[in-house]
């Protein structure tokens, strides 16, 4: 087995020290103890639980109560930078290498024992810095690259979706296989749609960090039950597109999803939902001609971003995400030809605006998700060069961002109007074009007075 301590991040050895400090415990747990003790995998999630009160947790870690979020049940933090702050708003960082996500449970009774009610192994692993718990069985199931549950975890998992999606997580991330699958005796009329969550998002999170998350969402699929967490999604299995795409709607969203990077959560959620509204606005044109028929999907970028919208929502995500990612999937669609005018290209750079980096990235994942297109498309590398052309123009400073204009030039030095006003605006906007700091209305008066010497006007 592998030592633990000489594997946790700073900022976990630290949390202990700061509890044992405070004269309780602290136990490292579940799927982040399993990742380091089974796999070669640094963790980013962590999952701690405590003896320590939430209120006395908060003061030792000399964190705002009003930064807690009341609706979650343990306390969050993400640790970046060198320093732990109140997480607020869904985890979703740039690199998920720069920075930890943990959570921090605190309970009254025996957590130890608390352990043994959970359904799967991976999860009742607990460590609090001198024993290991239940690490023999979890060993077992990875040593037969199965998942073992007794009778009554394997009736209580078979209605629990949350579980249940759980349970496809773990097989996906450490390729095990259930003892005697779960999914045949899953009754479907005992289920209801799964609400917006905050377990759900977790999980949800989770899966995007996979490798490849259509392995997880076929798993899903497979077993009947993708439909209860994501039937839009399942929508678009079998409805055939152009000739453009190899697979179908479900494969083509799937694929575009394993194709964007994991550390980059928010392009791979806009990949995945990116064409979610073809379903539903799917019609046949059939030629008259030739008697052929194919399927068009006109306004699916729209259709699918407000899906989007209330899919997220109803997953319980923040609304800066939901935002985000419904208006990846609204502008995903646009067509670049040479034709385009520059206050076209504006236009997108108006709508996308922060956006618009992100709006590239998963054009790239679709393009890779069509499974006949690469990654770069010419189009969009001459766009991109176009729209960086026309940002450096419109960075640049104009006379009229000067401190002062012609009107002052005329009070200040009595001059009448004509072209000498406009030579030594130009004049003085070269030196605050080499040096802003001297665009300040007194040093660009002194800079005019002295122009106007030197070329003698009066």
Known sequence: ???????????????????????????????????LCFTETLPVHYQLATSLRQDKLIDTLNIAV????????????????????????DFLPESLDEAYYIEIRSYEGD???????????????????????????????FRDRKIYLSQQSRSNTSKNLLDLFRLARYVVKYDLTETEPLYPSVEKKKYKKMPGSYGWKKEFI??????RPSKCFECLREWGILSHFFEELLEGYGVIQNEFH????????????DSALKNEPLIRMGALFHDIGKPRSRRLIVKEASQSSKNVFYDHENIGSRMTYQILKKFGFSHDTVITVSKLVRLHMFHYTTEWTDSAVRRLIRKANIDLPN??????????????????????????????????????????????????????????????????LNYLLTLVEADTKKNQRDALLSYADNWLREVKVS
């Open 66 to 89: 009003s930064d807690i979020n009341p609706k979650w049940p343990e306390i969050v933090l993400y640790y970046q930078k060198g320093k732990f702050h109140a997480l607020t708003k």
């Open 111 to 141: 957590f130890v024992s608390s352990l043994n009610d959970l359904p799967f192994s991976i999860d009742r692993l607990a460590w609090d810095s001198n024993t290991l718990y239940h690490h023999s069985e979890v060993e077992q199931d």
């Open 246 to 257: 190899e697979y179908d709607v479900y494969y083509h969203s799937l694929t575009a999803c």
């Open 359 to 424: 709006l590239f990235k998963l054009r790239k994942a679709d393009r890779l998700g069509s499974g006949k297109k690469g990654a770069e498309s010419k189009a969009i590398q001459r766009l991109e060069k176009r729209i960086k052309h026309i940002q450096d123009i419109e960075s640049r400073m104009t006379v009229k961002d000067l401190a002062i204009d012609g009107h002052d030039m005329m009070e200040h030095f009595g001059l009448s109007p004509g072209p000498v006003i406009g030579q030594l």
């Open 206 to 211: 989770r899966l995007l960090e996979l490798p």
């Open 1 to 35: 087995m592998k030592n633990i301590i000489d594997q946790l991040p700073k900022p976990i050895s630290e949390l202990f020290d700061k509890v044992k400090e405070a004269g309780s415990e602290l136990w490292l747990h579940g799927e982040t103890l399993a990742d």
